[in-house]
């Protein structure tokens, strides 16, 4: 079985350029976390889909970016425009609301936004 | 709000053990979680303790928890270079299934 899948795996930027960040979760997994880790740092939340409603979205920073979860399975991360200190790694996570508690999440291998 | 604390760097020979220290602020936690993080990739489970425990062993990772104290630590007996990762301690966020994590510590084992 795939992991949870996220693409690109390396952006490099310029600042003020818009990019978009994709994740495919875990076949069956119908909560999906947006993480953002900056370096040196544990990940923190941006965004966690139910399926395809967005039930805490209280860290997103809105003014610059945006999710989307359309048909509660593949989720897409935007953020316009890009400003240098958005350069962190972008980490999707998926889990299955029917399993237990203690088998946390499962992450994919991030995205490396560089902002110059 | 909640929040997860941990030192930063840990060395160790191999073979011998290493033990990690984290704090937590929220006492309800039902689940307190070790992630490993390894260069260039995502969080991996670790291992995981059941609030209600106050060890878990499993082969070479002891869990070790203190409710009392909001202290959970986790020992690797025989550390080995592969073991060489960065170690997240977690807790769930009040009833939501999002997890707040620690800053993560960064074991370095030399040969």
């Known amino acids: 079985e795939a992991g949870v899948v996220q693409s690109p795996r390396y952006k490099i930027i310029e600042k003020k350029q818009p990019v978009a960040f994709w994740c495919n979760p875990i076949?069956?997994?119908?909560?999906l976390y947006w993480y953002r880790q900056n370096l040196g740092q544990g990940p923190e939340l941006l965004i966690r889909?139910?399926?395809?409603?967005?039930?805490?979205d209280s860290q997103l920073p809105k003014d610059r970016f945006s999710a989307e979860r359309l048909k509660g399975v593949d989720s897409t991360l935007k953020i316009q425009p890009a400003e240098l200190g958005d350069s962190a790694v972008y980490l999707c996570?998926?889990?299955?609301?029917?399993?237990?508690?203690?088998?946390?999440?499962?992450f994919g291998s991030g995205t490396r936004l560089t902002v110059v | 709000g909640e929040d997860v604390e941990q030192s930063l760097f840990l060395s160790v020979r191999e073979g011998d053990s290493s033990v990690i220290n984290c704090t937590y602020t929220?006492?309800?936690?039902?689940?307190l979680y070790w992630y490993k993080q390894e260069p260039g990739a995502g969080l991996q489970l670790l291992t995981y303790?059941?609030?209600?425990?106050d060890m878990k062993q499993d082969q070479r990772l002891t869990v070790l928890l203190n409710k009392k104290d909001k202290h959970l630590s986790l020992r690797i007996a025989d550390t080995q270079t592969g073991d060489s990762a960065i170690y997240f301690c977690?807790?769930?966020?009040?009833?939501?299934?999002?997890?707040?994590f620690g800053k993560g510590t960064k074991l370095s084992v030399k040969p």
């Open positions: 977690a807790e769930p966020e009040g009833s939501q299934g999002n997890l707040i």
């Open positions: 929220d006492s309800s936690s039902t689940y």
């Open positions: 076949s069956g997994h119908n909560t």
């Open positions: 996570a998926s889990s299955a609301m029917s399993q237990a508690r203690w088998e946390g999440y499962t």
């Open positions: 889909y139910e399926n395809e409603e967005a039930v805490d």
């Open positions: 303790i059941f609030s209600n425990m």
